[in-house]
């Protein structure tokens, strides 16, 4: 029998990462061996890891040198950064550079570098379609993972550049939950139109990565992109009605309204959200289904996602 292959796991710990170690640890018999990359090998997630058979290693993403002993003798790395908890677009390019260098330098064969697009290659500065944010930006959580791309590349890294897709559990930790309007009728509130918005079960990012890791080759210097659906902002209502068993509407606000609604990065996803209002046809065309299902072929719809998770909308 053949050695296992070792991936390790940017972020094993949270949303996306966690999805890959959870789908490698699900497959005790399969080509992987999971390495875990954690700031803190000892807290309770890394422990929960270590205990189902993973190597649980202290890696940090603002510190190259742990990053490259992380990845020695790794066949493939997952990589990701963590935007929302810094919100700052150059901390990201800086990280993607750190994990791109150290990849390179440890002879990764494969490389998953999680990303999205550069949206000022479609609404250039100039534009004032939507306004430019940090002086140099349009949606920033997008751009500076776009604009990464480049150092994996630079470095000659095997990568495959996965574009990813809007969490559904932004309905369940970021406030997006059906909440009561003034006359009690609960809302989801998007500046999507009748548009619609490509999604995923974060942790199914996770299970396309092992699938994509396990294809191998054939997504080598390719860029590919998942989702487990592509309702519209109505369809989601209508999803939550049938699950809660009671009325929720959809509030279809514009860009600009919820641009203002003043929580922190509510500029960034108002234009995000325009941006895949904008660009809805090549948005999706770049998120097959078809090819989502063939890499993690337990891909969770929207109505299966909701089904999974009523417990958080109880109440």
């Known amino acids: 029998m053949s050695e296992k292959k070792i991936i390790a796991v940017v972020g094993a710990t949270g949303q996306q990462g966690g999805g890959l170690a959870k789908a490698i640890l699900a497959d005790p018999g399969g080509p992987f061996r999971l390495r875990a990359l954690t700031r803190d090998p000892a807290?309770?997630?890394?422990?929960?890891?270590?205990?189902?058979?993973?190597?649980?290693?202290?890696?940090?993403?603002?510190?190259?040198?742990?990053?490259?002993?992380?990845?020695?003798?790794?066949h493939g790395a997952f990589c990701v950064t963590f935007f929302w908890n810094?919100?700052?677009?150059?901390?990201?390019?800086?990280?993607?550079?750190?994990?791109?260098?150290?990849?390179?330098a440890a002879g990764v064969s494969h490389a998953i570098w999680?990303?999205?697009?550069?949206?000022?290659?479609?609404?250039?500065?100039?534009?004032?379609?939507?306004?430019t944010l940090a002086g140099k930006y349009k949606v920033p959580h997008f751009d500076a993972k776009g604009e990464a791309n480049r150092f994996f590349t630079d470095a000659g890294v095997p990568t495959t550049f996965l574009h990813t897709s809007f969490y559904w559990d932004n309905f369940i930790y970021f406030g997006m939950a059906p909440k009561p309007g003034p006359?009690?009728?609960?809302?989801?509130t998007l500046p999507m139109g009748d548009r619609k918005l490509p999604g995923i079960?974060?942790?199914?990012?996770?299970?396309?990565?092992?699938?994509i890791f396990e294809q191998g080759e054939r997504h080598l210097g390719k860029s590919v992109g998942i989702a487990g659906g592509h309702p519209t902002g109505a369809e989601m209502?209508?999803?939550?009605?049938?699950?809660?068993?009671k009325t929720v509407r959809y509030n279809a606000v514009s860009p600009a309204a919820y641009?203002?609604?003043?929580?922190?990065?509510?500029?960034?996803?108002?234009?995000?959200?325009?941006?895949?209002?904008?660009?809805?046809?090549?948005?999706?065309?770049a998120r097959s289904l078809a090819f989502s299902r063939s890499v993690n072929p337990s891909l969770q719809s929207f109505e299966t996602w909701l089904a999974n998770n009523k417990a958080a909308f109880a109440g």
Do not use: W
Request: hydrophobic letters at 40%; a negative charge; glycine letters at 10%.
């Open 43 to 74: 807290s309770e997630k890394g422990k929960a890891l270590a205990a189902q058979g993973a190597e649980v290693v202290a890696a940090d993403v603002d510190d190259e040198a742990s990053l490259r002993r992380a990845f020695e003798g790794a």
């Open 86 to 104: 810094h919100l700052s677009p150059e901390k990201e390019t800086e990280q993607a550079a750190a994990m791109a260098r150290a990849a390179k």
């Open 114 to 131: 999680s990303t999205l697009e550069d949206t000022r290659l479609r609404v250039p500065l100039s534009d004032d379609r939507m306004p």
């Open 183 to 188: 006359d009690g009728v609960l809302a989801i």
């Open 201 to 211: 079960a974060a942790q199914d990012i996770g299970g396309c990565a092992r699938g």
């Open 237 to 245: 209502a209508a999803a939550f009605s049938r699950l809660l068993g």
């Open 259 to 285: 641009r203002s609604f003043g929580f922190p990065g509510a500029e960034d996803l108002g234009n995000m959200f325009q941006y895949y209002h904008d660009f809805e046809e090549p948005f999706c065309a």
